[in-house]
């Protein structure tokens, strides 16, 4: 539709929603846009949510800090640790879905997303649950600078069999994640914030998190994923659980 401008001649009517720019995507956007449109069409999914008590953690990483541990652990190194453990006492989790079968994988390899300036990266830190609290910030923060300075390799990025995302540093609370395809499960992670609860029937200032697991229904059911969340919360909320050292070589 014209109208005409004070000359006679058609002006063009203004869009109601303004002047529209077009933006490409890059080929790290379309695989992403991909994998997700995948993710969302494929997967009969479901999710499961808690709320962890951190003030303990809280006061582990403050002593960490007192011993001037480099790097310090965030509370998603915590979050990473906790993950492999419960994954290697419960492996369901730790599996894909294909072709009608289940496929379960050997190694604890544990995604972890990071925000970079135009796009979502999700750097692998490998055997995860045969690393060390410290071994994992310190390739957590190896991992995070690569993809945000886009150095990572090939290898960094791939062979994935659990993503956890975490949104906490921007100050959400809670959200859903979307599954990883292939993986068959994925851990939101939101902040850890002071917040009213009542123990033992008092009331009380806590500093608690929210975690939020979704899950592939073709590969994971309902009591396990309830079973991996809780495990999840009692080693995350009993944190010198964390602090030891990993255990030997699986079988196989």
Do not use: W
């Not at 582990?60 to 800090?65: A, G, I, K, N, W």
């Not at 994988?105 to 999700?122: C, K, M, Q, T, Y």
């Not at 600078?145 to 809670?174: C, E, K, P, W």
């Not at 979307?178 to 500093?207: T, W």
């Amino acid at each position: 539709m014209c109208r005409l401008a004070g000359d006679g001649a058609a002006a063009p009517v203004p869009q109601g929603r303004g002047e529209v720019t077009e933006l490409g995507h890059t080929p790290t956007q379309q695989t992403i846009a991909r994998r997700m449109s995948e993710s969302r069409s494929t997967i009969p999914e479901f999710t499961l949510e808690t709320e962890v008590l951190m003030d303990a953690a809280v006061h582990v990483r403050e002593d960490l800090r007192f011993g001037a541990l480099e790097p310090l652990p965030s509370f998603n190194d915590f979050v990473v640790r906790a993950v492999a453990v419960a994954l290697r006492e419960q492996p369901a989790l730790n599996s894909s879905y294909a072709d009608g079968r289940t496929l379960r994988f050997g190694r604890i390899n544990i995604g972890i997303a990071v925000a970079s300036e135009d796009a979502l990266i999700v750097p692998t830190i490998f055997d995860a649950d045969r690393k060390t609290l410290s071994q994992i910030a310190a390739e957590s923060r190896r991992l995070a600078a690569g993809a945000r300075g886009r150095t990572l390799g090939l290898d960094d990025l791939t062979s994935g069999t659990f993503t956890v995302s975490n949104l906490g540093m921007y100050g959400v609370r809670r959200f859903n994640a979307v599954i990883s395809h292939p993986q068959a499960a994925i851990l939101a992670v939101g902040e850890v914030a002071e917040r009213p609860i009542v123990e033992g029937g008092q009331l009380r200032v806590g500093n608690t998190m929210e975690l939020a697991l979704s899950c592939d229904h073709r590969v994971v059911y309902g009591a396990e994923a309830a079973r991996f969340l809780s495990r999840l919360r009692a080693l995350l909320e009993h944190p010198a659980l964390l602090i030891s050292e990993p255990g030997g070589p699986r079988d196989g």
